[in-house]
């Protein structure tokens, strides 16, 4: 079975400061990728980054790290110089082809809060 | 952005009756999905199509059914609507393959009363 656990509900970060927010997953597929997504109060879901299992590197785009530990299982997004409009709902989510179905497997959310 | 629309965005329907959910993408994507989100339970599957008429239950498929005449239209249907119905519905569209991020639509808020 494929599982997501973040176990942060609700982080609070200064601004300017780095933030970690935790995801770890469960799969016995070996290729499988790796999501985060934001949600702001106004709703929609905005894709961040993705990390591979096979990718040797960890993922960047921007502000946004994955540090990604494969054999702990671990998949957390980095946000460097938080700002305030970092502030929101985040879901890490997993896809795995074999034994997931093609679907996507999402966490219960991580809600952050950037403080001025 | 990516073309999904979801249809309606609000409604209030009245428990026992039968409701419909539309998304309606312009994408061409081969995969598409409908779930829930509720506060504490993040984003659950409900159902998901892979191809024209192909379709699968999710986690929480109880009381919803699913269609897929057309490659761009997914609908999801409460058969007899449930206060325990009451979220907010998000449709997502997909390619195949691990590496490909799912794209959502803007979500529609149901309340059940």
């Known amino acids: 079975a494929q599982k997501i656990t973040q176990t942060q509900p609700g982080m609070f970060v200064q601004e300017k400061e780095a933030v970690t927010l935790d995801c770890t997953y469960d799969?016995?597929?070996?290729?499988?990728?790796l999501f985060w997504y934001k949600q702001p109060s106004s709703g929609e879901m905005i894709f961040l980054i993705y990390?591979?299992?096979?990718?040797?590197q960890n993922a960047t785009e921007g502000r946004y790290s994955l540090n990604f530990q494969k054999a702990r299982k671990s998949a957390n997004l980095v946000i460097s110089a938080s700002q305030l409009g970092d502030s929101a709902m985040y879901f890490c989510?997993?896809?795995?082809?074999?034994?997931?179905?093609?679907?996507?497997?999402f966490g219960t959310g991580t809600s952050l809060t950037v403080i001025p | 952005d990516a073309g999904i629309t979801q249809s309606p965005r609000h409604k209030v329907t009245e428990t026992g009756t039968p409701v419909t959910l539309r998304c309606h993408q312009t994408?061409?994507?081969?995969?598409m999905y409908w779930y829930r989100q509720d506060p504490g339970h993040g984003l659950r599957l409900i159902h998901y199509?892979?191809?024209?008429?192909?379709?699968d239950k999710g986690e929480v498929s109880d009381g919803y059914s699913v269609s897929r005449s057309k490659t761009e239209d997914f609908l999801l249907t409460l058969e007899s609507a449930t206060s325990s119905q009451t979220s907010v519905y998000f449709c997502?569209?997909?390619?195949?393959?691990?590496?490909?991020?799912?794209?959502f639509g803007q979500g529609t808020r149901l309340t059940v009363v």
């Open positions: 989510a997993m896809r795995a082809l074999m034994t997931g179905g093609n679907q996507f497997y």
């Open positions: 799969t016995s597929d070996q290729s499988y990728g």
């Open positions: 199509s892979y191809g024209v008429k192909d379709t």
């Open positions: 990390q591979g299992s096979y990718d040797e």
């Open positions: 994408e061409n994507h081969r995969y």
């Open positions: 997502a569209i997909s390619e195949r393959g691990v590496n490909t991020e799912a794209f």
